[in-house]
């Protein structure tokens, strides 16, 4: 098993997708609620405000001992001295990114509904891989749709596995079941009426890890 940057909590991934008024705010309630990680995601071109929120959300994360991933940019991440990147097609190999990084950074990979690709993320020293989206999803509505046998298949890669699109409370309960030790949430998490309140709700699918710590 590859032990780079390894994540040993389950729950709610939290990720936040691009400009928004509030994020701090916003992210704070979600770490409040209970979210194990967070991304930050924001694919705009506006370097000074980018820099300015990754530094401000590695803080906020860092004080509640939370890991802060950063979508893409493999730069910002160490420049605000996040504690990973997330990977998705185009970007560089998940080993080449940790010979830049370091052994301690977490690097999750996005394998849509491959399974194959996750395997190699795997051996190539990945720390989680993703797959989605399973559920219809309103930020990448152009997703294909991944059956959930594929994690229950991929149990054993012997890293993490992210579940991500179109996730709720109420479908979420059907990941976890089958296996999925994050669930990555968007808009029912940061663009909830209350986010706190939300982001508790999928903290409680993993309630059973909290009661036997």
Do not use: W
């Not at 999750?108 to 797959?131: E, H, I, N, P, T």
């Not at 089958?178 to 706190?196: F, H, M, N, S, T």
Request: proline content about 4%; some cysteine.
């Amino acid at each position: 098993m590859n032990t780079y940057g390894k994540l040993t909590s389950r729950g709610l991934y939290a990720v936040t997708n691009g400009p928004r008024s509030g994020l701090l705010e916003a992210t704070a309630l979600a770490l409040e609620g209970g979210a194990r990680m967070l991304q930050y995601r924001d694919l705009s071109q506006d370097a000074e405000r980018r820099l300015a929120e990754a530094g401000a959300l590695a803080k906020l994360c860092h004080a509640h001992h939370v890991p802060l991933i950063i979508d893409h940019d493999i730069a910002l991440a160490i420049e605000v001295g996040a504690d990973g990147v997330h990977l998705g097609r185009g970007d560089e190999a998940p080993a080449t990114v940790r010979r830049t990084m370091g052994e301690h950074a977490i690097i999750g990979v996005s394998c849509y509904d491959s399974l194959a690709r996750a395997q190699a993320a795997a051996d190539a020293g990945a720390s989680y891989v993703s797959f989605g989206a399973f559920f219809p999803s309103t930020t990448k509505p152009l997703a294909s749709l991944v059956s959930i046998e594929l994690l229950r298949q991929s149990a054993a890669l012997g890293i993490p596995r992210v579940a991500i699109g179109g996730i709720t409370p109420d479908n979420g309960r059907l990941l976890v079941e089958a296996g999925a030790e994050y669930l990555a949430v968007v808009a029912a998490v940061l663009a909830a009426p209350d986010v706190r309140a939300a982001a508790q709700r999928f903290t409680d699918l993993y309630s059973s890890d909290r009661e036997t710590a």
